[in-house]
């Protein structure tokens, strides 16, 4: 759309609703909302978002999930076979057998980035630092210029 026609549209809009009568409020409307609040506020405290809980009540009901957790843990130990625990470690390693070479070139090259960190001097850290702050106060300026350009709306003129 051209910004003639977002003129022209934009202003004849806003004429058609400035015809349109205020609508005003039903008379039981604020009646009505402030029950609700009273309602929910007279709720038991167990009814209410755990939050909202007497720090005690939250205290109990934190250990007794916890408790339930814990059990639970206990119960699958025990009725879980322990051979199958067991094996799980080797079909891991099997299963990252074929990622075993590139595992070591990336073991090698880690080794390598420290080695190169550790010769590294001071003054050369520092300019590291600062170029890489300047890096990303530069992205944050960039993205918010980005925002005001993409979502700047020119200021409307009535007449």
């Known amino acids: 759309m051209s910004p003639e026609y977002e003129k022209q549209l934009e202003e004849r809009i806003h004429q058609e ?5 205020e609508r005003s409020a039903p008379v039981n409307l604020l ?13 038991p405290w167990w009814r209410k978002p755990i939050p909202q ?16 957790v814990m059990s639970a843990a206990f119960g699958i130990w025990q009725l879980w076979p322990h051979e199958a625990i067991q094996g799980i470690p080797a079909q891991a390693a099997t299963a990252f057998e074929p990622m075993r070479p590139v595992l070591s070139v990336m073991e090698t090259l880690g080794r390598a980035s420290a080695l190169m960190l550790q010769s590294i001097t001071q003054p050369w850290l520092i300019g590291l630092g600062v170029a890489f702050v300047f890096l990303y106060l530069s ?21």
Do not use: D
């Not at 609703?17 to 009568?21: I, M, S, T």
């Not at 009505?32 to 009273?38: E, S």
């Not at 809980?53 to 339930?68: D, G, I, Q, S, Y």
């Open 31 to 43: 009646p009505n909302v402030m029950a609700a609040i009273a309602q929910r506020e007279a709720r």
């Open 53 to 68: 809980w007497p720090r005690n009540h939250r205290m109990v009901f934190v250990t007794v999930m916890l408790a339930f």
């Open 17 to 21: 609703l400035a015809k349109v009568p």
């Open 139 to 159: 992205c944050i300026g960039m993205g918010m210029a980005w925002y005001r350009v993409t979502f700047h709306k020119a200021p409307a003129s009535h007449a």
